[in-house]
């Protein structure tokens, strides 16, 4: 099933074509291809004379094969985020703007895409040819990295009220560092989605396609995205001070753990030694002196105390602690 829409009285109207002869009369502006078919491709082939290749959507990130212009047709490839709670990813789009036709190939469906819809159903001319589509887009995709960015500043928050004003233990500081983790490869994700903006608005540019009009809307779109550079930036700061942070809390939880058995350790040395010297075989005065019913009481009494003496010098000095 194809996504055709058509321009009349300013607004943007959505059909849905599954055949051939529902295609034929109808005079688009904009056909989405969502996860083609081969039979799709052949009616886009007989209606407008555009052969998609079956390569279109691969992960080629040579410049020449991504940007590039044709006898009748402009070829963009473009990536665009999916903020999924489960798997955040990119997702490539393919645009071909062919006789005033923008064509657009992808494998799901994408919440910039949906958006534009929306907004192009609700506000009268907004859109007038197919390459006010493709700014749009890119606008729309700017402004939705944008607010991804302020749920991942949020979600660092949560985060940083957790590690930085409760007490963490271990359990508490894994899940801090995984939700760390995925907010830091979603600011990722952002930074490499609005460079690749950039990349295809510079482009757009750089071929005179555009009127004056979209040329300005252009420089401001890659104005936007000059500020979402800088907001990225700061979250990747922001990201690793969480993360050393949290990282500290675990080597002191572990210090501790370490601590407790280095007291002991020593704390035990005395008592070992004084079991080591009376335990050999030989007669000692003082215990002859106390005879057989107090020499044990001496040597165990001997030994609570050489471990106790170490252990009110280490609490007197705030080792213990």
Known sequence: MLNVFT??????FQEE??????????????VDLEDPTPEEKGWIAVRFGLVIPGDIIDDDLEESARFYE?????????????????TPRNVRVAFILHHNVLFSIHREDLPVFRLLRMRARRIPALIEDAKDVLLKLYDADAEYSADTLENIYDELEKVSKRVLQDEVN???????????????DLNGRIRRNVMDTRRALSFMMRARMLTTDQFEEARQILRDIDSLDSHTAFLFDKINFLMDATVGFININQNKIIKIFSVASVALLPPTLVASVYGMNQKFPELEWLGPVWSYPYTVALMVASALVPMWYFKRRGWLS
Do not use: K
């Open 70 to 86: 044709e006898d009748d047709a402009v070829h963009i490839r473009s990536d665009f985020l999916i903020d999924d709670d489960d």
């Open 17 to 30: 074509i599954d055949s051939l002869d529902e295609l034929t009369p109808v005079s688009p502006i904009w």
């Open 170 to 184: 271990d359990a508490a500081a894994a899940e801090a560092l995984a939700a760390i983790a995925r907010q830091e």
């Open 7 to 12: 321009l009349a009285n300013g607004r943007l």
